[in-house]
């Protein structure tokens, strides 16, 4: 089970850090990704991280602004979100993938938290 938090209201430039909290049973080699979703846009990817090595990818749009990371101690993964733009709002959603692979493709990720807002206002 996963569970995205953190989104809210910000302005342009401003920062938002999002968490998402992994239970259940997992393996101890999974990836977890971020991925949102703008009103009339398809779901696109934003990070991923894997859980073992945390090893890193992001997407374009978001590099040098968005940094992803983890703490295995406490099973969560987080993205922290600097000089946020207008054109990043939208309802984030945290996955798993049960491979090893940093997918930026929705279907291969297993499992999905519900989403968390975003709204950054100009």
């Known amino acids: 089970q996963l569970q995205a938090s953190g989104g809210g209201l910000v302005q342009a430039g401003g920062s938002l850090r999002l968490s998402c909290a992994a239970s259940?049973?997992?393996?101890?080699?999974?990836?977890v990704g971020w991925f949102r979703q703008a009103p009339g846009k398809e779901r696109e990817f934003v990070a991923a991280i894997s859980r073992i090595s945390g090893s890193t990818h992001y997407a374009d749009s978001v590099k040098g602004r968005f940094t992803i990371s983890r703490d295995n101690a406490k099973n969560m993964v987080y993205l922290q979100m600097n000089s946020l733009k207008p054109e990043d709002t939208a309802v984030y959603y945290c996955?798993?993938?049960?491979?090893?692979?940093?997918?930026?493709?929705?279907?291969?990720?297993?499992?999905w938290g519900q989403g968390t807002q975003v709204t950054v206002s100009s």
């Open positions: 996955a798993l993938d049960l491979s090893s692979l940093l997918s930026t493709t929705p279907r291969r990720y297993d499992y």
């Open positions: 259940g049973r997992t393996s101890s080699s999974y990836v």
